[in-house]
């Protein structure tokens, strides 16, 4: 591809690797596990810097330093840490690890979802000319209701409603400061809303189903079987 543009100092990421995958139920944390003759943590950050994105900030398990760094080897500006007991604490983290670096931008990537259309970055980038922060969405295709107890409590409005993914981009010293003053709790869901709930809009840009996270046993047999069959995204 000759479209692809050189890493930049002004763009730079946090990947979260920091979870335990329990739903996956694979031998090590998913983020960890053999994917497209790689693995899911090394595609996350190799789509990434084929983006043109410059340090990468990884946030992994406590212990994991090893592993990571086998599997990211050869990378460079990529910078490990480790991350929290939430994804928001591992996050803030990881936000924390590039502070001295003071990006212009940060994307904010679950590891989880590894394979990212540049398209995706791209618009996303594009939209934090006109706003602070900017997340990929898709529509939703299913009707949606409200459950209470095992019924139905209420109907909910399908039209208004968007599936929100990752990367998510953002203005680095709006993400780091909104972070850093968050007093909403523990796991706040994802950064657009730490962003939000310091005054800021978020644009919504269109998504990809490729960005599918890996959460469940099923999606592992799923990415292999696409390999085999050459379906997968590349
Ligand atoms: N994550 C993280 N730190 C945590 C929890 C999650 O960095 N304390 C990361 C995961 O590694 C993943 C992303 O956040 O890349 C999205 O989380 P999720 O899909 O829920 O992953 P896990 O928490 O690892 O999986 P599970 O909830 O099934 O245990
Ligand atoms: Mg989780």
């Known amino acids: 591809m000759d479209s692809i543009p050189p890493p930049s100092p002004r763009i730079a990421a946090v990947i979260v690797a920091?979870?335990?995958?329990?739903?996956?139920?694979?031998?090590?944390?998913?983020?960890?596990?053999?994917?497209?003759?790689?693995?899911?943590?090394?595609?996350?950050?190799?789509?990434?810097?084929a983006a043109g994105v410059g340090r990468i900030?990884?946030?992994?398990?406590?212990?994991?330093?090893?592993l990571a760094s086998k599997l990211l080897d050869g990378m460079t500006d990529i910078t490990l840490?480790?991350?929290?007991?939430t994804r928001q604490e591992s996050v803030a983290q990881g936000l924390e690890a590039l502070a001295s670096d003071a990006p212009a931008v940060v994307l904010i990537h679950d590891a989880a979802r590894p394979d990212c259309p540049p398209a995706v970055i791209e618009r996303?980038?594009?939209?934090?000319?006109?706003?602070?922060?900017?997340?990929?969405?898709l529509p939703v295709v299913d009707s949606m209701v409200v459950a209470r107890d095992g019924v139905m409590a209420q109907n909910a409005e399908?039209?208004?409603?968007?599936?929100?993914?990752?990367?998510?981009?953002?203005?680095?010293?709006?993400?780091?400061?909104?972070?850093?003053?968050?007093?909403?709790?523990?796991?706040?869901?994802?950064?657009?809303?730490?962003?939000?709930?310091?005054?800021?809009d978020i644009a919504l840009v269109e998504g990809d189903?490729?960005?599918?996270?890996?959460t469940y046993k099923e999606d592992f047999v799923t990415a292999s079987l696409s390999v085999r069959m050459g379906s997968g995204y590349d």
């Open 18 to 49: 920091a979870g335990k995958g329990l739903r996956a139920g694979q031998p090590v944390p998913k983020q960890f596990t053999p994917y497209r003759g790689s693995s899911v943590l090394r595609i996350a950050a190799e789509n990434l810097r």
């Open 57 to 66: 900030a990884v946030a992994i398990p406590e212990g994991a330093n090893e």
């Open 81 to 85: 840490l480790t991350g929290g007991a």
């Open 124 to 137: 996303l980038v594009e939209a934090l000319a006109y706003h602070a922060g900017a997340i990929p969405v």
């Open 158 to 200: 399908r039209e208004k409603l968007r599936r929100v993914q990752t990367p998510q981009a953002f203005g680095f010293a709006a993400i780091l400061a909104a972070h850093r003053d968050w007093s909403g709790g523990a796991d706040a869901g994802d950064d657009a809303q730490v962003l939000r709930a310091a005054g800021y």
């Open 209 to 214: 189903e490729a960005l599918r996270k890996l």
